[in-house]
DNA sequence: GTAGGGTTAG
């Protein structure tokens, strides 16, 4: 005698659980299903069974294959699978989910039964499933399909449909097609406003989220639509994009006298509003209300104290949080790695490990700046073989950091062999790539990076300017620097920022031509810094330009009196033109004020240690072997100086 | 049944 059928209500249950029985049992709980009669469309077993058939199988052509063996199936039971589908969190894994979702779909519209056909369920299900595949990776498809089918079927009346559309467009589409369906569409209510006002902000034009709600708030009375949390939290949050402390303020008051729910939401993003409007104080105050405070709270809060630098403060908030998943250690990461606490930011990433925290890219790519920082090449080879390891994809961002890090630990042929295997590189990877062929004197590679760059249509930016700028200042390229310089301007409409021109000044007076620096210096749009007068200091004194020179030092001095190196270099200057008297007073004159000189520091990391050295630092224990080492560089650059009879002072 | 927040490279 075979084992009589469980009962139905534990095949329900079977069928109801959150993760879906394998498609073994599935096929047997359809095999009973069948036989006890339930599955006519006035049960709800169809649409449990569907959902969970949907799910059941990551190959596709199985759960297609089960699916098919239901039909035909009612309408509800195609909704189900989809709604199951567009809620589960496998989208991290690419377009299965939403190809299963689209298969369904195909089938339901193939079914041709009278019972049959997409309502106006199918499609907010379906639409969000298209829209969340793209928020994701892979890129979006089938949603425009979709939207041709919403409106032959006449659903562009249903406002929960139109809605979902708006939604779709706005994360996959352009936000004109959204705002056109939002303008054209004869149906709206408060979710339409805030899915088009929650849409500007993610794309990243607030101005336009706000202007829609102020017609919101002016259209009120005969709309019938208030503004409700979701519409703030949305408004807010572009506020604090938009860094405009007056306006978040306002959009505070707001929410406190029109009686907007304040959820820890609602909470949390007024809190992120005033951290970047730069107001610490009332980004506290308000975390001091929140009752029930979430990880987001106190990331929030971390990121805040970060930004000031006030990284003690954020220590303890990151202390007395009661959890943290892995935000709140990127958070604080990034805080010690903006703030230049690289060694902290290393030290925190092995507590992070102490604490089996798994490090995602934020995280790697946080520890890459570090060690960039640091020059710490073998800590930063650690992070790649990591990365190659857990096998994380090589993201542009991940594989930026990469290739900047081993541009500035000094390994530029592994910054070059990084480059070429990212598979999708943009602006920022470009500039990484033009910025450390042009500071490891690779000038020619970098200017044809940057032509190669362009010709790819990726758009440089200030920074990439400067990698280029620098490249020809290196390598003495006059006229490639004059090209660039006014490329920038005149094609790429970007401002051109103290670097820049001191890059330019630079390179043209090391080139001899003293006379177009200083002209630069006089229409530069600032007030020229330190670095611009020791350009000129410095080509004057190759030239032998007493007057321009004793300007340029006057400024130096006046910019940072403390810096006793310029009245060196200046009697220096004095000294080489045979100007001795002149250079005894700038030597006595040093005397006098009593200036110093201020120790310089340099690190450098070996077998995974940082050692930090100052001037003439003598704490090392190898001490005796390090200083024998640098008198033999010393020796051989002198040398080499010599033999190409160029000068080795300033050198060491 | 539709919409909403925080960490992110040069």
Redesign the pocket.
């Known amino acids: 005698m075979p084992p009589p059928p469980p009962p139905p209500s534990r095949l329900f249950a079977l069928l109801s659980s959150r993760r879906p029985p394998p498609l073994r049992l599935l096929l047997q709980i359809h095999a009973h299903l069948l036989a006890a009669g339930l599955l006519s469309s006035s049960d709800n077993f169809p649409s449990r069974l569907a959902a969970a058939y949907a799910l059941s199988s990551p190959a596709t052509s199985d759960a297609a294959y089960a699916l098919a063996l239901l039909a035909p199936l009612p309408t509800s039971a195609y909704n189900a699978a989809i709604?199951a589908l567009s809620l589960s969190d496998e989208f991290g894994g690419g377009g299965g989910v939403v190809r299963r979702c689209l298969q369904l779909y195909r089938a339901l519209i193939r079914s041709g039964s009278a019972s049959a056909r997409p309502d106006?369920?199918t499609f907010?299900f379906l639409l969000?499933a298209c829209?969340r595949l793209h928020g994701g990776k892979g890129g979006g498809y089938g949603g425009e399909a979709v939207l041709g089918h919403v409106l032959q079927l006449g659903f562009d009346s249903?406002?929960?449909?139109v809605?979902?559309a708006t939604?779709y467009l706005a994360?996959c589409g352009s936000m004109g097609d959204a705002r056109r369906l939002f303008d054209e569409s004869p149906v709206r209510?408060?979710?339409s406003w805030?899915?088009l006002i929650?849409g500007y902000?993610?794309r990243g034009n607030p101005q336009e989220a706000m202007d829609l709600f102020w017609r919101m708030v002016a259209e009120e009375e005969d709309a019938a639509v208030r503004p409700?949390?979701?519409?703030m939290?949305?408004v807010v949050?572009g506020c604090?994009q938009l860094r405009d402390l007056e306006l978040g303020r306002r959009l505070h008051g707001f929410v406190e006298s029109n009686g907007v729910r304040c959820?820890?939401?609602?909470m949390?993003?007024l809190m992120?509003m005033y951290v970047k409007c730069g107001s610490l104080e009332m980004a506290k105050s308000v975390f001091e209300r929140i009752e029930h405070r979430?990880?987001?709270?106190w990331?929030?809060m971390i990121?805040g104290y970060a930004k000031f630098g006030l990284m003690d403060d954020a220590r303890r908030m990151f202390d007395e949080m009661p959890e943290r998943?892995?935000?709140?250690w990127?958070?604080l990461m990034?805080g010690y790695v903006?703030c230049k606490q690289c060694k902290e930011a290393l030290v925190l990433f092995h507590e992070m490990q102490e604490a089996n925290v798994k490090p995602d890219?934020?995280t790697m790519?946080?520890l890459l700046?570090a060690c960039?920082q640091l020059g710490a090449l073998e800590m930063g080879m650690w992070v790649h073989r990591y990365i190659e390891k857990h096998r994380l994809v090589l993201s542009?961002?991940l594989g930026?950091?990469l290739v900047?890090m081993y541009a500035k630990c000094g390994n530029i042929e592994k910054a070059i062999h990084v480059f070429k295997e990212i598979p999708e590189k943009?602006?920022?990877?470009w500039?990484?790539m033009i910025?450390g062929l042009a500071n490891h004197g690779h000038a020619n590679e970098a200017i044809e990076h940057f032509r190669k760059m362009i010709e790819l249509g990726q758009q440089p930016?200030?920074?990439?300017f400067i990698g280029v700028l620098s490249a020809c200042c290196h390598a003495g390229l006059v006229e490639e620097g004059r090209e660039f310089f006014s490329l920038m301007d005149s094609k790429y409409q970007l401002e051109r920022k103290m670097k820049h021109y001191s890059c330019m000044i630079d390179l043209l007076g090391r080139a001899g031509h003293l006379d177009e620096a200083e002209q630069l210096v006089n229409t530069m749009p600032m007030e020229p810094d330190a670095v611009v007068w020791g350009a000129i200091f410095f080509a004057c004194r190759m030239q032998g330009n007493i007057s321009l020179g004793e300007k340029a030092a006057m400024k130096l001095v006046e910019i940072d009196p403390s810096d006793s190196g310029i009245y060196v270099l200046l009697a220096n200057m004095y000294a080489e033109a045979n100007m001795r008297k002149k250079a005894d007073k700038v030597r006595a004159m040093m005397r006098h004020l009593g200036v110093e000189k201020v120790p310089g520091c340099s690190c450098i990391e070996l077998n995974g240690v940082v050692h930090e050295f100052i001037v003439k630092d003598k704490s090392h224990t190898d001490t005796d072997a390090i200083y024998n080492c640098l008198h033999e560089i010393t020796l051989q650059i002198r040398h080499t100086a010599d033999l190409l009879n160029i000068s080795a002072t300033g050198v060491v």
């Open positions: 709604r106006h369920l907010p969000k829209a249903d406002v929960f449909v809605n979902a939604n994360v209510d408060l979710v805030n899915t929650g902000v993610r409700d949390e979701v519409t939290i949305g949050s604090g959820t820890v939401r609602m949390n993003v992120d979430t990880v987001v709270s990331t929030t990121v998943d892995v935000f709140p990127n958070a990034t903006q890219e934020i790519v946080n700046t960039s542009v961002a930026t950091s900047d943009n602006a920022l990877t500039t990484a910025c930016d200030e920074i990439t």
